[in-house]
């Protein structure tokens, strides 16, 4: 069974600094999809990594994978208060296309 | 639509009661998923449709959840006999089938039952 491990779980940064979130898998997969969710809103799309080595910027988040590790990165450069929010990775457990496996999340809070 | 359309936002209901949640998927997208997210934690995988058919239901609790999809665009999740531990974020995601699997979400129905 797939399972998803995010650390850390919450996240206290304060403006200007850099941090990286982790996201290790359990078995096999190629695809990971970083997410991420404001409070009472869906999920917005933010990467999607589809080969080992893939590396994906946007901003001032830097998302990597590295399929034989089975370890993914979410890289903050320069933290601004808009980047609060929860961040989720989420897995393809190599069934049915769609069934994602999530990790419980990392609730970041930037404070100036 | 623009995106991922779900009604209602909120339902609150009673216990043992029967709740339907509609979702309207990207307009062209073939591919629609049902998630479920408690509070404090990632959306958990119900069902997934290709076209008008479940392609694959092994997320779905128990009998009680039920969803369709009669013409492959819209469709409904079914919950018969609530139950206090339904309470939960019920969120609907459409894709384009192909490479990247890339799942786009809808705003969420917030289902509480009392």
């Known amino acids: 069974e797939l399972k998803v491990e995010q650390n850390p779980l919450f996240l206290s940064m304060q403006e200007g600094k850099n941090y990286t979130i982790y996201c290790n898998y359990s078995?096999?997969?190629?695809?990971l999809y970083w997410y991420r969710q404001d409070p009472g809103k869906s999920l917005e799309s933010l990467f999607v990594?589809?080969?080992?080595?893939a590396v994906k910027q946007e901003g001032r988040l830097m998302a990597s994978l590295d399929t034989k590790a089975r370890l993914s990165t979410l890289h903050i450069t320069a933290a601004v208060h808009d980047l609060s929010a929860t961040y989720f990775c989420?897995?393809?457990?190599?069934?049915?296309?769609?069934?994602?496996?999530f990790g419980k999340g990392t609730k970041l809070s930037v404070k100036p | 639509g623009a995106g991922v359309s779900q009604t209602p936002s909120n339902k609150v209901t009673e216990k043992g009661k029967y709740v339907e949640l509609r979702c309207d998927p990207i307009s062209g997208h073939t591919a629609l998923y049902w998630y479920r997210q408690s509070l404090g934690q990632g959306p958990e995988f119900l069902i997934y449709f290709q076209g008008t058919g479940a392609a694959d239901d092994s997320g779905l609790p128990n009998d009680r959840f039920f969803a369709v999809r009669p013409e492959g665009s819209v469709s409904t999740l079914k919950i018969q006999r609530t139950e206090r531990g339904d309470s939960a974020m019920y969120l609907c995601?459409?894709?384009?089938?192909?490479?990247?699997?890339?799942?786009?979400f809808g705003e969420g129905s917030r289902l509480t039952v009392l």
């Open positions: 989420a897995v393809d457990d190599g069934g049915s296309q769609g069934n994602l496996i």
């Open positions: 078995t096999t997969s190629d695809r």
């Open positions: 990594l589809l080969s080992n080595g």
């Open positions: 995601a459409s894709s384009l089938i192909g490479v990247t699997g890339e799942l786009f």
